[in-house]
């Protein structure tokens, strides 16, 4: 209620209001009053030829709810926020709820994560109680994108594997989980033209490193990789710290089909979904434990793809 746009609508919510209960506390004084009896106690108005309505006044049990449901509407408008931007005698809010549960979340956690915070990441690793926290971490935060196995999926890197982008030492790890990445691949299907001569070029990336891939388009795409040879390198080999080399083809290997004609990838910031800074290293201790016990695949096997979700095909 505190974020009108305009003067006008606080004042009319809060005189709405008010008019409203004051109209049912007249509404039930009015008809709190003894009717008038009549010989056969009914009003008069008869329906379907024998239907009569009986002139009794208001049960007292519904008339004490109704002077209850109205005392405390008053008092709760007196205490809460309700009249337009009015925010009641006791200040509450739900921004300032949440950060005191977020305070006393942090405090009550401060114990735990106080005996990690000296700790280096190299240290943390061979630590099983901080390696827990951290793979509840990563699969609260982190498996939306790169699934709860760390093998990523189509466009999200693999985890698993020996391929780094932008480095595999502790201080890089807890960077890049605390600030994010962003891909620095401009949107290139225009300069390479249509459909068809993008997945000429994604053939040929694909052929750089070895992957099974169709010989004529890897071909036909081969004089197009002069698009992304100024960062890539005329053989696929990055010659920036943040280009992708062909080394990285499992990685990188989803956004090459979608990557050339879309935006650049965009690693989010998860730093609005961790409340305190100190779990990062639990989380990138996680990340190593995540490399170390499962493996990446086998070579001549596809990384893994979680299924997409369709809907079902409508018999016929």
């Excluded at 931007?85 to 709820?97: D, H, N, R, V």
């Excluded at 004529?216 to 992708?244: D, I, N, T």
Aim: hydrophobic fraction near 40%.
């Amino acid at each position: 209620m505190a974020d009108f746009t305009s003067g006008f609508w606080s004042p009319f919510i809060a005189i709405a209001t008010i008019v409203s209960i004051v109209a049912c506390l007249l509404l039930l004084i009015v008809n709190s009053k003894k009717p008038v009896r009549t010989a056969d106690n009914t009003t008069g108005h008869v329906w379907d030829g024998d239907l009569r309505e009986a002139n009794n006044p208001l049960p007292r049990w519904w008339s004490g709810l109704f002077v209850i449901t109205i005392v405390f509407a008053l008092i709760y408008l007196w205490l809460y926020p309700g009249l337009g931007a009015s925010a009641g005698s006791l200040k509450w809010s739900q921004a300032g709820q949440h950060e005191a549960e977020a305070k006393a979340l942090a405090e009550e956690m401060a114990p735990l994560y106080a005996k990690f915070q000296a700790k280096p990441v190299s240290e943390l690793i061979g630590d099983p109680h901080a390696r827990a926290i951290g793979e509840r971490l990563f699969l609260n935060n982190c498996a939306q994108c790169h699934g709860s196995d760390g093998r990523g999926a189509k466009g999200f890197p693999n985890l698993t594997d020996g391929d780094w982008l932008y480095g595999n030492a502790p201080e890089q790890i807890v960077e890049t989980i605390a600030k994010g990445r962003n891909g620095v691949m401009p949107a290139l299907g225009a300069a390479v033209g249509g459909a068809a001569e993008v997945e000429q070029l994604a053939q040929y990336v694909l052929s750089l490193s070895g992957s099974a891939t169709d010989p004529v388009k890897a071909e036909l795409g081969k004089g197009r990789f002069a698009v992304c040879a100024a960062c890539h390198g005329p053989e696929g080999a990055a010659r920036r710290r943040a280009a992708v080399g062909r080394v990285d083809h499992q990685r990188r290997q989803g956004q090459h089909d979608a990557g050339l004609g879309h935006e650049a990838h965009r690693r989010p910031d998860p730093r609005p979904r961790v409340l305190r800074p100190r779990p990062v290293a639990a989380r990138a201790g996680g990340r190593f434990e995540v490399t170390r016990r499962r493996p990446g695949p086998p070579p001549g096997r596809p990384p893994f793809h979680p299924p997409s979700c369709t809907w079902p095909k409508r018999r016929r």
